[in-house]
């Protein structure tokens, strides 16, 4: 098999190398290959050399990369490209917060999204006004290449007296430009495709938790963050979501919510089974 590489991320201070450590000593059969992403600084030149595994007990090998949104397109794979220099066939664990364009940096075998428990609804969702007004926003700007490309939009749909009306100049910060107003009937017709599922998830939730959606497993660290009634309730709304886009996209993802450091908790045994079935090599 070639390298098979796990993205795990989400908001910092979350649990995620606790994670990783606990992944290498009870999951995977093999050492890891353990790689850390972190933004570049300003003008800062990333190091593409492959680090003794001194940090983290039981690593193959461990090291810290800088990227520019620019160049991690490059720069992960070329990363990538020096493990396997060192070993054909490895696992690789990535980790790194929650960057939105690390999410399509690569074409990762698995995901795993870990955040603490969170001490307000509202910190992993936006609220109802804001979810609004950004799915407004989003049909206004992408409507006409979704009608294009994907044909989620009737053409006869797109007449005045459907609803759609044509809004000439709108300003922008690119000069003047024209766009459409979306029916109430269209914006439904478009969430329930599977693109809109996606979408639609995306916008309830706070940029920093966008990671979930795509993800095989979300862990909520309750070692982490308060235990109070935003949890059960932030839990339900992310079970709900979730819920949404396996039905719509038949993706096979799971929620935890448990303290990954208890044994004696059924719940954290459930997720480091799933884990196993998931992440473990083939002999």
Partial sequence: MPLRVIFLCGPPGGGKSTLAALLTRDVFRRPPHYIRLYPSAPNGEPALHLAPATDLQGMASFQQTAYTPERVFEILPEVLR??????????????????????????????????????????????????SAALKEVME???????????????????????????????????????????????????????????ASRIQLQPEYHGMVESDVVLINTAIGPCTASVEECVRRIEVLMGRIRSQTRRDNALYCCDPLSPDDPRRNALFQRLRGLLVEPP
């Fill in 141 to 199: 700007d992408t409507s006409a290449f979704a009608s294009e490309i994907f044909g989620l939009f009737e053409d006869a749909g797109w007449g005045d007296e459907e609803g759609v009306h044509h809004r000439k100049r709108v300003r922008t910060e690119d000069g003047v430009e024209e766009q459409l107003e979306v029916s109430e009937q269209q914006v439904r017709r478009f969430l329930l495709s599977p693109l809109g599922a996606e979408i």
């Fill in 82 to 131: 020096n493990v396997r220099r060192q070993q054909r066939y490895a696992t690789v664990l990535i980790e790194a917060d929650a960057d939105p364009c690390l999410r399509h940096a690569f074409p990762y075998d698995h995901r795993v999204f870990v955040m603490s428990a969170p001490d307000d609804v509202y910190r992993v969702f936006r609220r109802p006004a804001e979810a």
